[in-house]
């Protein structure tokens, strides 16, 4: 029994972390419409900055101290994902207004593929390190129920700390701010929002960059877990099955979405996986997605889609 | 001057409804027939072949068959790297399995079984359009690509997770040198480009376009989307298995699952979308685009004089594939075909300006 | 004057609701063989949610339509259309990456019988098939005057011209019963002679039946045999065009009550 609580609570770290990259997907189509599949690329572009800008800043302005280092390299991350937030409205979204979805998937596709080279152009493609302080011994719960106790990863706690906070600041902005309404409306329709006189562009580059500070965030989290490397962008399609199953439009969904997802492929990689030869991981989330589609299309919290004639 | 169809009449529907009806076309395609089944295997060089030809010729196939799901049926799939695996694996066990299995009978059976994966898969797509078919598709991709690393049988039982295929031929004509398995493949893709054509310009090619177009409206017709979208699955599904058998017995010889992997899913939708979404001549450009650019692009500071090395030279690959998939759907989405029919139009009135 | 015969198309007690929304409530009709059959009213008042449940893109809460003298609760497009039912749509459901020619063709799709492997290899029997069926899609694009059009993507023509070809792919289903969603919508006045000319000659020369809404009341009156008129998604009037003109429901709808 412990050790199902174990592969549970395990399941429910991984979970958050889907959850926090599945974020800024959500974030990105609630306000343009647009699915976008360069987020894994944007997470690992955002981890292999802040390694390593935290490597060099010290390097460059001649110090030591490390909590600076990680402060500063943080900001310069920020700021780099702006910019590329910039560039892609400036290049790319600006021209495919009000194209048709698969369209700007396809662009999003080729973001990706520009975002991995360009990353690796610039920072280099060993594995780096993250760390920004983050706990990393265990903690034993619970020794009075089970014996011996339940271990948790102090880390993996801290990461669902810092995702709640977010996810509850992220939803007070788009429900209480006249931007977050702004947002909603562009999302509905482009042409639209633009005719009344929404800056279209500017827009854009708030929410690209707001979903490259969650990335950001999710890429410092990850990174510091298990190392900056190319295979993180493959981890963060994972994302994608869970946008689904919360539903693209809604910020509860991508956090109760990765939930199911992360505990769903835990359990069933240690109890149904050897059934099957193991490594299920790979495909159960999308197979579950893809039952999930079938019965409800829209998610779990997403809205219903209409076909009108 | 040249290119006029003036005094090109049709006197019947039929000659109308040729795949190509201005003289100057059919021309042009047999001098093309000729060189490519004559001249170049008399005259490239082993290299030419095998590192250029030969990928190009069947992942032209398999662009087609990705490009009836996609671009004429408006379904979109992230997963057709596992419709090639399926399609080369069930072939590699019809040859590997059965004593004296006919080359081409393991790669139609390939096929077949590609078809069936691909229908299963294709079901969702009764109810999901878009984005969430999508990622359905990724379904298909990781399942697949899970099946032929951890199931024995598909592998039929090699320890190492890869296979491998020798001697083959087909009644009697031994496929073994770059020429010959140029032309094996070649004849293989003249075939099905031919019967692709005759599907989308005759009654199912309509169906197709119809559900990509409006599939409400198709409806309304009485076109069925579930037999039009899943047989544009089956068709685009038996082409690609057929493709990946090729490319797995006549290209690669011995391979791993890594060779279908999701990066050679994206690397057949980005041929289709620079090629031309919904275009059979678009497939061919896709392709040959896809296989040079890369070659082009290592030689490319060698002959400039500026030393790159491979590892920063892969990541400038990577970002000009992206570049260039964002600037083909943002100047032309339509692709290198579209740019292709422009230029013949203007070539109809050449030397006139307009 | 036409010669109308039985009833061919029966709407009773149609309710359609979207969400909260009361589209169309208690809506009941009738439709003669061979007549022509405007339904009229404001705009939002149901009548193109009309259209789309007898064609079964909507499904209607309550009541039943009787088509041809069986009845259904559900109707379904393909059913629908394999009865000899066609229809034209408000914002021109065309095929737009496709040719005129190609449009008209998808029309046929009904008709043509060559399977999969018999159009692939483009044997006998397909290709004589593609020449039949192009063969009636050229009567009917000489009947719209469109010739010159035939091989251009519908995408780019004018709006007018893409109403005829709409008119055009609901012809080649030989339908015996024409559903046209203001196929006048947007045109000049010529083109509305046109238009009404085409409506006229289908009507006369195929004795096909046709439901027509249409905003024009000029055109309405016109060309119609009897009129049905709906406000609100309700039926506020039902007779012949000069009966429905003079009605005092009617007029109030149109006009605002205080007149």
Known sequence: MAFFLETLFGGLMVGMLYSLIALGFVLIYKASGVFNFAQGAMVLFAAMAMARFSEWIPKWLGFDNKVLANVLAFGVALLAMVCVAWVIERLVLRYLVNQEHITLLMATLGITYFLEGFGQTLFGSAIYKIDVGLPKDPVFILENTFAGGVLINKEDLYAAAIAAVLVALLALFFQKTATGRALRAVADDHQAAQSIGIPLGRIWIIVWSVAGFVALVAGVIWGSKLGVQFTLSLVALKALPVVILGGLTSVPGAIIGGLIIGVGEKLSEIYIGPLFGGGIEIWFAYVLALLFLLVRPQGLFGEKIIDRV | MLYRENGQFKASYRADQQIFPILQDRVAIGLLLVLVFVVIPLVASPYLLTAILIPFVILSLAALGLNILVGYCGQISLGHGAFMAVGAYAAYNCHARIEGMPLIASLLIGGLASTVVGVLFGIPSLRIKGLYLAVATLAAQFFVDWACLRLPWVTNGSSSGSVSVAGLNVLGLPVESPAQRYLFALLVLALFALLAKNLVRGAIGREWMAIRDMDVAAAVIGIRPVYAKLTAFAVSSFIVGVAGGLWGFVHLGSWEPAAFNIDRSFQLLFMIIIGGLGSIMGSFFGAAFIVVLPIVLDGLPYWCGIPIDTATAAHLTFMIFGALIVFFLIVEPHGIARLWSTAKEKLRLWPFPH | ?259
Request: hydrophobic letters at 40%; charged letters at 25%; glycine letters at 8%.
């Open chain 3, 1 to 259: 004057m036409r010669k109308t015969g039985d009833v061919v198309l029966d709407v009773r007690n149609i309710s359609l609701s979207f969400g909260g929304v009361r589209a169309l409530s208690d809506i009941s009709f009738d439709v003669r063989e061979h007549e022509i059959r405007a339904i009229v009213g404001p705009n939002g008042a149901g009548k193109s949610s009309m259209l789309n449940c007898i064609n079964g893109v909507y499904q209607p809460q309550q009541g039943t339509i009787a088509l041809r003298g069986r009845t259904f609760r559900h109707m379904n497009s393909r059913q629908v259309a394999e009865m000899g039912v066609a229809r034209t749509f408000q914002n021109l459901a065309l095929f737009k990456g496709m040719s005129v020619l190609d449009n008209l063709m998808t029309g046929r799709n009904l008709k043509m019988r060559s399977n999969l492997f018999m159009q692939a290899l483009r044997l006998g029997p397909a290709q004589r098939e593609e020449s039949e069926q192009r063969v009636f899609v050229e009567r009917i694009i000489d009947f719209l005057e469109i010739q010159p059009y035939r091989k251009t993507p519908v995408g780019r023509m004018p709006y007018g011209l893409q109403k005829r070809v709409d008119l055009g792919r609901a012809l080649a289903m030989e339908p015996q019963l024409l559903l046209l969603d203001e196929p006048m919508a947007g045109m000049n006045v010529e083109e509305k002679q046109d238009m009404s000319r085409f409506i006229l000659d289908v009507n006369d020369e195929f004795g096909t039946t046709i439901v027509l809404i249409e905003h024009d009341m000029g055109v309405v009156m016109d060309i119609s045999d009897r009129v049905v008129v709906l406000d609100y998604g309700r039926k506020i009037g039902d007779g012949s065009p000069e009966e429905v003109r003079n009605d005092a429901d009617v007029i109030s709808a149109y006009l605002g009550t205080a007149h």
